[in-house]
């Protein structure tokens, strides 16, 4: 088996976490995973941070469902309105 | 191109807002209102993160909501409605973001990780005391998560937001933002080891 950096590690993380690495340097970005215990790590903490950014985001989205402005609510039914009655106009 | 295509199929079991699809093609009385109050807070909790601006983002979700009202008779149920008014709110939000005088692209380098001349990583990563999904899921680490995703130069956050935020696929990210599906790839890593870096103060201790 070829061997493999953790610079060359590193490179192939956006496709690892997808499933995309073909079988033979899937095989060889895993051997090295064995291996090096600081790529596993950074691998970890590289995964670790996305998660925590979709857990953050969804948090937000979680506090701002139902939490549309009035003042923007009304806005928006105003220019539906217009839209509706053929006047067109924009906020 | 604001009313995407429906790309998540959805099995009929599953799709409970049928009867308010319905009453919308049917001009109903109230339920267009219904559409905005329902959905509206979490479309601008998404345009809020892609524009940074809440003007920008108010204009946006009501863009949202207007493409939606026009094209409903073309939505032909697919998709959740959440879903597809959540595509619409992204391209809206994309739309403004081109708008924009462009900016030069910083540099995130000080950010991306160190290599020693032989291939391996300058610095030695530790773990802390439990896993590191487990540290930055905390309610109170959320804040930081949050700021450091804003800390990014535009360009990165960009990708990083439409990617691993809002699940948009590489391939439409490209398309929405002119540049090849590398070039995305790439971004979202650097974009990726920047936000890691950001946050290692709460990940664990690193030796240099």
């Given amino acids: ?91 | 191109m604001a009313s995407p295509t429906e790309t998540t199929p959805t099995p009929p079991s599953a799709s409970p807002d049928q009867a308010l699809l319905e009453a919308l093609r049917s001009r109903a009385p109230g339920a267009f209102e219904q559409l905005v109050r329902t959905h509206g807070g979490r479309l601008l909790a998404v345009a809020r993160r892609l524009l940074g601006n809440e003007e920008d983002a108010r204009d946006a979700v009501q863009e949202t909501f207007m493409n939606a009202y026009r094209s409903i008779d073309r939505f032909e149920g697919g998709s959740l409605l959440s879903t597809w008014l959540h595509r619409i709110a992204v391209n809206v939000s994309l739309m403004k973001l081109r708008t924009r005088k462009r900016k030069p692209e910083e540099s995130l380098d000080h950010l991306l990780p160190a290599f020693k001349d032989d291939g391996h990583f300058a610095e030695r990563f530790e773990s802390g005391s439990e896993p590191a999904d487990v540290r930055l899921s905390r309610i109170e680490e959320q804040a930081a998560v949050r700021a450091a995703i804003d800390q990014l130069p535009g360009h990165y956050r960009t990708v990083l937001l439409l990617r691993d935020i809002e699940g948009i696929d590489t391939r439409d990210v490209a398309e929405q933002l002119g540049i090849t599906a590398n070039a995305v790839k790439l971004r979202l890593h650097r974009a990726r080891q920047a936000l890691r870096t950001l946050l290692a103060p709460r990940l664990g201790r690193t030796d240099r």
């Fill in chain 1, 1 to 91: 088996m070829s061997k493999m950096t953790c610079r060359a590690c590193s490179d192939f993380l956006v496709d690892y976490l997808e499933g995309q690495l073909d079988p033979e340097v899937r095989a060889t970005f895993e051997f090295h995973l064995d291996k090096c215990r600081n790529c596993r790590t950074y691998l970890e903490q590289y995964a670790a941070v996305i998660r925590a950014g979709q857990c953050a985001c969804e948090r937000e989205n979680e506090q701002a469902a139902g939490a549309l402005p009035e003042e923007l609510v009304r806005a928006i039914l105003e220019a539906q309105g217009d839209e509706g009655s053929g006047r067109g106009s924009k906020k």
